[in-house]
């Protein structure tokens, strides 16, 4: 048990207030019923839920789909600030840290919008201030002119060094792929640095951490596999997981699927990882690798947080869930909007 000069009730606080709130996330049968619902009927469903408030702060100024992301977005926002001010001692640190990545989100998805010419509005609809970037900062970083004003104004942030080093390259290939994953990259350097210096809970969070590499590792390969990249892969893999950047290349080159998942497994220790890329023989397509390996990942997260449930593992596990109950909720919402079958739908969700 993780303990600091108070003992370990605030620890036994947190753990039990998480779980509490992760009891109140919407069971699979939830979205089984809402894929029969129209738009308007899943709104007022979801005005009868944990974003009740959201909705009816929000309604007087937006309706539909645009209600929808804008009150999903606040509602994600709140609790993952809530959940920094309970978090105590040392899991404070790891939960900031684990946030940056919606830093990451907000300003690429910023600057995507403004090369694309998204309106304003558009754009606030769906970021998630979480971060060290909130509601106000964002809002004027959306307000800049151009791209270079944005980047300019976030100079005391953490991204702005690979941001500055990774803008003329997307500026000239009118992508921010590169950037995105460069950014990504520089986080989880970050990641690796906190979990090893010593501070107490670190190995905990090292555990997660060396997880979420290797399913954003494999993730990537599979992705690369699907569309065929025959190009040099390495710059594209984090450091820190089980596979070092050449092993992935390599992988990536292999003639066929079954090969890949030989080699994946005959270094994997996860038996719950172990299953899912067993499923994986065959030529998938990447969506149900993708949302089988984010499952396997979740799983996972809720066996180290059951076998370590005074550390940083509840928190993560429930920021998690609650991440991909948004992320379910916007699928549904825009699978509705665009009059998507109800089985195009049903696949993309993480239940």
Do not use: C
């Not at 809002?139 to 791209?147: F, I, M, P």
């Not at 989880?188 to 107490?200: M, N, P, S, W």
């Not at 948004?326 to 009059?339: I, M």
């Amino acid at each position: 048990m993780i303990q600091n000069s108070s003992g370990s009730a605030p620890y036994i606080y947190v753990s039990t207030r998480l779980r509490v709130r992760k009891a109140k996330l919407l069971p699979p049968e939830e979205y089984q019923r809402m894929l029969n619902m129209s738009l308007p009927e899943i709104i007022r469903l979801i005005g009868e839920t944990e974003y009740q408030k959201e909705v009816d702060e929000l309604g007087a100024s937006f309706e539909g789909i645009d209600l929808i992301e804008t009150a999903l977005s606040w509602n994600l926002a709140k609790e993952f600030r809530n959940v920094i001010e309970i978090a105590p001692g040392s899991l404070k640190e790891f939960t900031k840290a684990y946030l940056r990545r919606w830093d990451i989100y907000n300003v690429l998805t910023i600057l995507r919008g403004k090369m694309q010419g998204v309106a304003p509005h558009k754009i606030k609809e769906v970021l998630i201030p979480a971060s060290s970037l909130d509601r106000f900062a964002l809002d004027r970083l959306v307000a800049e002119e151009s791209n270079e004003r944005i980047i300019d104004a976030l100079k005391s942030e953490k991204i702005y060094k690979v941001l500055i080093s990774e803008y003329p390259d997307a500026l000239a290939s009118g992508s921010f792929a590169r950037m995105e994953n460069e950014l990504y990259k520089d986080m989880y350097k970050e990641f690796l640095t906190i979990a090893r210096r010593g501070v107490k809970g670190g190995n905990q969070f090292l555990k997660y951490v060396q997880l979420d590499i290797d399913i954003t590792n494999i993730k990537t390969l599979f992705r690369l596999r699907q569309d065929g990249f025959e190009e040099d892969a390495r710059s594209m893999i984090i450091q820190g997981g089980t596979f070092t950047p050449d092993e992935i290349q390599q992988m990536n080159q292999m003639g066929s699927q079954n090969e890949v998942i030989d080699a994946l497994i005959a270094r994997i220790r996860a038996k719950p990882l172990l299953s899912v890329l067993e499923d994986f023989r065959g030529e998938k397509p990447y969506y149900e690798v993708d949302i089988g390996l984010t499952k396997t990942q979740i799983e996972q997260m809720e066996r180290l947080s059951k076998i370590n449930p005074f550390s940083i593992h509840p928190i993560l596990v429930y920021l998690e869930k609650k991440k991909y109950e948004v992320l379910n909720l916007r699928a549904l919402a825009r699978g509705k909007e665009s009059k998507l079958p109800s089985d195009i739908i049903r696949k993309y969700l993480v239940v």
